[in-house]
């Protein structure tokens, strides 16, 4: 498809006895320029009312009206939710939890993810899927399942972690070694012998906390794969995706990227709930960011809410614009799609009071309904950008499989280790310096950054540290923060200096950590005659305590029995340079910091420097650069534009309005 792809989960299945409903969706969708619909994602009672009898006309029959009406199907596969007599003739689909309770049937996203008979069958409904709609030219997409989560702790997905492990480590000691069983007297004599982590069981060894989750990721990305190669056996050669949360945490997406064709996601942020709209966007664009990186490509924005989220706390309504602008903003990151959740409201159960764009009132001039229709323009007006990619030059590694092992470290600070805030603030202080930014993992490529930034890189694993090395040699600049390189991929403490491997690389050791309690301060003082004069800021959370191996020492220590030791540093290291922040400044302080070395980097700003509340990234494509900029805020903002900036949407004028955009193109 040409334009970006607009529409979102249609649930037509719930209103087939009343035809009139189609007919009603079709010519309001239309009008509002919806040109894609998500659909069959929990039909699987419908597509197969009895085991082995299919029934497909009925979704054929849809998919063709709305194809006749230039509204094309992302077909999902239906695994998210089963139908009744599935469970009840193989209850070995359903999940057992961590006390060893068995689920009953209800609910969704709650299958056991090994099960060869939850697996078998739907590997049977994908093909019968594939095979029918694999040549439909209505169909431009698979999206597999829905929303994928959780883990089941049945004897099946023990045995299958066993067998992970067994692959992993090889050896029962080497296992042993990795997670320090020798500790308390927790050895295993034998792979048999491991149990998932449990709460009344082995819930302490972090090494086995850290494999589990990468064993639910395993066996979710295993899941998938068997869904993906079900639908390529049948032919079906459209691409792939999956629909993922933000800060989720419960698997590694990396993983997921590897085996699908399109990252797509599902973002609710907290408009109106939030500290301020402005936070909730910026928290937002993180994870469009991180979406867009994972693969380097456009992703899919696969749902939205277009008015009050139902499942929030408080279902506050989208004020005026924010529907628009919200759909904005995702493009701005890079979504080649702006999809709501749902299209039609529903009449009864969970979400009947979710937002929708066709509301219980079936009318087309509700506020909501007109501000998808906008949008729907607008999309159509600025198609040009689809497919523009990304060129950050600057990255942040926001890796899932650190935050693991950082959150149950078991010190220095069990209150909050903090890593979600750290990377968030550092984001922040990047986008007020309006640049784009790569949000990745730790195993993406770091080639072609000008600037990597490395905070709380505790846990170490596809070989970052050399390729960390490589980056600074060649030219990078690396800002990397305290706990840095302090355990393997396992949980196990690197011996001799850290940060690991990297000591020369930073021109620093680490020799303690002083970690503070909350609300406690202590200072960043410049040091006098130092090659970079940066200003005094407090600082929290942690104090590390590092000696010079070769680094400059930038900043010192204000206070405690520490006052005047390094606490910020930089190294030359072979064409690059290495910068290390032993404490946790304030978002001011990065401000300003950041500023500084993207200048030196000569990395290109977006505009000299962002408003509060606003949003600004960029998309390039055949020698343009789109530009965006959004306000979140309540009031207009002033922004300085290029002299030759051609509009896309907005006006050439300094003024941003209140909860709205321009968009722009410059020579890239
Ligand atoms: C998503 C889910 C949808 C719907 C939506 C409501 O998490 O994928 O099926 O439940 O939330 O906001």
Known sequence: MEEFIYGGDYNP???????????????????????????????????????????FDWLADIIHKLYENGIYTILAT????????????????????????????GGRHNHCLTSPAYREKVRIIDAKLAECFKDDPAVIGWHISNE?????????????????????????????????????????????????????????????????????????????????????????????????????????????????????????PEWGIAESDGKAALEHGLYHDMMRSFKDKPFLLMESCPSGTNWQSVSRLKRPGLLKLAGIHAVSHGADSVQYFQIRQGRGSSEKFHGAVID?????????????????????????????????????????????ALENSQGPRNCNEGYYETVHKIYEALKINAVDVDVIEESHSFDGYKILIAPMLYSLHDGAEKRIREFVENGGILISTYLCGVVNENDLCYMGDIPYDMTDVLGVRTEEIDALCDGMKNSLLPVEGASMRLQETDCEKMCELISLKGAECLMTYGSDFYKGSPALTVNQFGKGKAYYIASEPDREFYVGFLGRIIKEAGVVKLMESLPEECDIASRVKGGKRYVFIENFGREDKEVKLPEVADML????????????????????
Request: charged share 30%.
């Open 13 to 55: 299945d719930q209103w087939l006895d009343e035809p009139q409903v189609l007919e009603d969706d079709i010519r309001m969708m239309k009008k509002a320029h919806i040109n894609e619909v998500s659909l069959g994602i929990f039909s699987w009672a419908l597509l197969e009312p009895e085991e082995g009898r299919f029934e």
């Open 78 to 105: 239906p695994s998210g939710a089963r139908p009744r007599w599935l469970a009840k003739k193989y209850p070995e689909v359903l999940r057992t939890y961590e006390d060893g309770k068995k689920a009953k049937f």
């Open 148 to 268: 994928f989560s959780g883990e089941c702790y049945c004897s099946h997905c023990q045995d299958e972690f066993r067998k992970f492990l067994k692959r992993k480590f090889g050896s029962i000691e080497k296992l042993n070694h990795e997670w320090w069983t020798t500790f308390w007297s927790h050895t295993y004599t034998s792979f048999d012998e491991i149990e998932p982590p449990s709460s009344i069981g082995e819930n302490e060894t972090n090494g086995l906390i850290i494999d589990w989750r990468r064993f639910a990721t395993y066996a979710c990305t295993d899941f998938i794969k068997n869904e993906i190669e079900a639908i390529r056996s049948a032919g079906a050669k459209q691409p792939v995706t999956t629909n993922m949360m933000y800060e989720f945490g419960g698997y590694d997406y990396a993983e997921f990227a590897k085996v699908i064709d399109t990252m797509s996601w599902d973002s609710y």
């Open 360 to 404: 219980h009132t079936g009318r087309d001039d509700t506020r909501v309904f007109k501000e998808v229709t906008e949008t729907g323009a607008l999309l159509k007006e600025i198609a040009e950008i689809k497919g523009a990619v990304g060129d950050a030059k600057v990255a942040i590694i926001n890796d899932t499989q650190n935050k693991w």
């Open 649 to 668: 949407y907005g006006d050439t004028s300094s003024k941003l309005p209140a909860t709205d955009a321009k968009i722009y193109s410059i020579k890239a």
